[in-house]
Nanobody, 126 residues
């Protein structure tokens, strides 16, 4: 399994943009589906965006569709989350997660992922 490290979270103002990075260590990164989840204080962890193993298929939560973009660079063992038009409700700890066994029906389920990063805090102020 891979180990994941997120970075890029910080305090921003509403309307700003931010890019999060998730770097993996371990073999065969291209075989893993990688997704971003977030967890706001007092709420359950929720799916944000996901990328299938080959990177050809991407998925987004309705709340971020059109504002966030997930991308990956297998040569760098990295997955990114570009976040534009940040809103107060985007405030959360953002986690990346990876697993080789993800299929379309499970990509949005946190229980389907084995490897998780430690999270990076994104705070949006008005």
């Amino acid at each position: 399994q891979v180990e994941l490290v997120e970075s890029g979270g910080r305090l921003v103002q509403a309307g700003d943009s931010l890019r999060l990075s998730c770097v993996a260590s371990g073999p065969a990164f291209s075989r893993y589906a990688v997704s971003w989840f977030r967890q706001a204080s007092g709420k359950e962890r929720e799916f944000v965006a996901g990328n299938r193993r080959s990177g050809t298929a991407t998925y987004y939560a309705d709340a971020v569709k059109g504002r966030f973009t997930i991308s990956r660079d297998n040569a760098k063992n990295a997955v990114y989350l570009q976040m534009n038009g940040l809103q107060l409700e985007d405030t959360a700890v953002y986690y990346c997660a990876a697993d080789q066994g993800i299929i379309t029906s499970t990509i949005r389920s946190p229980q389907a992922y084995y490897s998780w990063g430690q999270g990076t805090q994104v705070s949006v102020s008005s």
